[in-house]
């Protein structure tokens, strides 16, 4: 089956750490955009950062300098590690990946597949 | 920085009829914009991609139009399941940018 399974989430206080992770099933990280993308409670939706198949990672600005993102391959998982965490950083954060463009081999900047997300609680 | 803005923020529509759903871009967005449903509990789905392509098993009550800075979400004979919030989101490569609308709750009466 075709899916992503977020973990790692959990009560933090404020200026800790916590590493999600996205282990993906029935297809390569390695050949796919990761992306990661936060929903406040009752909020909407904010993109937080995008792991590309050739290892370039962006990020929001606001939590450049924080966040960092890697890949094990040989896990097919992708992580995402937070540091100097804030209140508003309590999300639901979401693994999603991006759909690929056949016929213009490029990216669409759609995301055809999400995980069901794990909370991240900033707080003291 | 370029912001999206959905509207209505609420639409209360009736089974059966048509719900046309809008989202405005504040500069042009070539047609790089998608559409998702969001139901509580769930994560989002993608409805729409490059602003009038389905994603693949999406019924063809939802067709999605426009380009530059007007886009719409029509969804045709709305059944009770339809109901949810719809997000439009925003792409481009350089500067690289994903921005979504704020949503649209949609309710079948």
């Known amino acids: 089956e075709v899916q992503l399974v977020e973990s790692g989430g959990g009560l933090v206080q404020p200026g800790g750490s916590l590493r999600l992770s996205c282990a993906a099933s029935?297809?390569?990280?390695?050949?796919?955009?990761i992306n990661w993308v936060r929903q406040a409670p009752g909020k909407g939706l904010e993109w937080v950062s995008v792991?590309?198949?050739?290892?370039?990672?962006y990020y929001t600005d606001s939590v450049k300098g924080r966040f960092i993102l890697s890949r094990d391959n040989s896990e097919n998982t992708v992580y995402l590690q937070m540091r100097s965490l804030r209140a508003e950083d309590t999300a639901l954060y979401y693994c999603?990946?991006?759909?690929?463009?056949?016929?213009?081999?490029?990216?669409?900047?759609?995301?055809?597949?999400w995980g069901q997300g794990t909370m991240v609680t900033v707080s003291s | 920085e370029i912001v999206m803005t959905q509207s209505p923020a609420t639409l209360s529509v009736s089974p059966g009829e048509r719900a046309t759903l809008s989202c405005r871009a504040s500069?042009?967005?070539?047609?790089?914009l998608a559409w998702y449903q969001q139901k509580p509990g769930q994560p989002p789905r993608l409805l729409i991609y490059?602003?009038?392509s389905r994603a693949t098993g999406i019924s063809a009550r939802f067709s999605g139009s426009g380009s530059g800075t007007e886009f719409t979400l029509s969804i045709s004979s709305l059944q009770s399941e339809d109901s949810a919030v719809y997000y439009c989101?925003?792409?481009?490569?350089?500067?690289?940018?994903?921005?979504f609308g704020q949503g649209t709750k949609l309710e079948i009466k």
């Open positions: 500069q042009s967005v070539s047609n790089n």
């Open positions: 029935g297809f390569s990280v390695s050949l796919h955009y």
């Open positions: 989101q925003h792409y481009n490569s350089w500067p690289l940018v994903y921005t």
């Open positions: 490059g602003a009038s």
């Open positions: 792991l590309y198949s050739g290892g370039n990672t």
């Open positions: 999603a990946r991006e759909l690929w463009l056949q016929t213009s081999s490029s990216p669409s900047g759609a995301y055809d597949l």
